[in-house]
């Protein structure tokens, strides 16, 4: 299937995709409004997030399949509309019990959007426009993860938790009913549905596993770091969350710019891009914690933003051709490895922190990264 208008489509693909990150994201600087309008301690308003989180990543292995089954629009419509009603509704909650219910259903339907957005761009675009596409999209997701800590510290600053997901809310909500008008709805690529038939046979792929499984450790690189170089710059630096938000921004811009251009670059300079952008990860990111300056801070986290969408898209790409007639489940598959990463990441940097410092959590996360461009070039030049 290629799209009748891929500049629409990559608009609204890439919308849901930067407000559903935002969404999950942007709850991080909300905990203290949280806690004190619902009475909580903050170890409990923090349930929130992982009540949204733990169905976030379960959910993903669901999805893919379910897409492969029904077709990619509608599932991927039926998902962003409850995404966006459950949002909505969170700004109603009442007390911890209402507010991680509505949370973790909304987590669930959330779960859905990347990887059935990106499954769906793989279906929409030709070979030699496809990582551009990918990446395009998937560089919104992460500039809308990337900039929601600064929209929730100035909405928690100025007003209230609950106009927050009131704001993702309605604004999922008008997306999802474009899309319902607009998106060309295709039937599913599998007649019927057994998740153990669909996932033995994704594992029978080894190729496929071993490409996806390179996620895993990016996602542990950069999720499992990012989530802590907001506290290293205001401990570093002690600006205020909106500073620092305005600062982290740029990471996800990065990706967002970068991820446009990403195909075209690797056609230009080969599979050697890709050594060369876990080079410039590297050192952007090894180089963090030597900062004391806001602009070249700043030229790190640009550094680290380009590094992450030229591997992450490649890797995709690289996935997706592996198995295109059920690029929805390798995408559940991708998806989950990244976010199982950096879930894990971050719970090893924490404990990291707490022993050793800053240091070395911006010292793996820079050999891993450079680690995993140079293992997909190696596995591209060996199927060359």
């Known amino acids: 299937m290629i799209s009748n208008n891929p500049k629409k489509l990559l608009i609204l693909l890439g919308s849901i995709a930067f407000l559903a990150q935002g969404d999950n994201y942007a709850a991080a600087p909300l905990i203290i409004s949280i806690a004190e309008d619902l009475n909580l301690s903050i170890p409990s308003a923090a349930l929130s997030i992982t009540a949204y989180m733990l169905p976030f990543g379960i959910f993903t292995l669901f999805f893919g399949p379910l897409a492969d089954r029904y077709g990619k629009a509608k599932i991927l419509n039926i998902a962003s509309f409850c995404t966006a009603i459950f949002s909505i509704l969170c700004a109603y909650s009442f007390d911890l019990i209402s507010l991680c219910l509505l949370r973790a259903v909304n987590g669930a339907f959330a779960a859905a959007v990347l990887p059935v957005a990106v499954s769906l761009v793989g279906d929409s675009f030709e070979d030699s426009k496809r990582q551009n596409a990918l990446g395009t999209v998937i560089g919104m997701m992460f500039f809308g993860g990337a900039v929601s800590p600064g929209i929730g510290g100035i909405v928690s600053y100025y007003g209230s938790w609950r106009l927050l997901y009131l704001i993702y809310g309605v604004a999922e909500l008008i997306v999802a009913l474009i899309m319902i008008k607009s998106l060309e709805r295709n039937p599913g690529v599998i007649q019927s549905l057994n998740f153990i038939d669909v996932y033995k ?115 995709i790409q690289t996935a997706q051709q592996l198995m295109p007639s059920q690029r929805g489940t390798v995408m559940s598959l991708a998806s989950f490895n990244m976010f199982i990463g950096g879930g894990i990441g971050t719970f090893v940097n924490g404990k990291i922190l707490s022993s050793f410092g800053f240091l070395p959590i911006f010292l793996i996360a820079s050999i891993i990264i450079f680690m995993a461009g140079l293992v997909i070039n190696r596995h591209l030049k060996s199927r060359a």
């Open 201 to 315: 046979k994704s594992f029978s792929n080894k190729s496929l596993i071993k490409v996806v499984s390179i996620l895993f450790f990016v996602g542990f690189s950069v999720f499992g770091s990012f989530m802590f170089s907001g506290n290293f710059i205001q401990e570093t630096m002690g600006y205020n969350i909106l500073f620092v938000g305005a600062l982290l921004s740029l990471f996800g811009l990065s990706t967002a710019i970068t991820g446009r251009k990403a195909g075209t670059l690797r056609q230009k300079i080969g599979n050697n891009l890709l050594i060369y952008a876990g080079i410039v990860g590297c050192f952007s990111w090894g180089s963090m914690i030597l900062w004391k300056n806001p602009i070249l801070m700043s030229l790190s986290l640009i550094g680290f933003g380009f590094a992450f969408i030229i591997i992450q898209s490649t890797i």
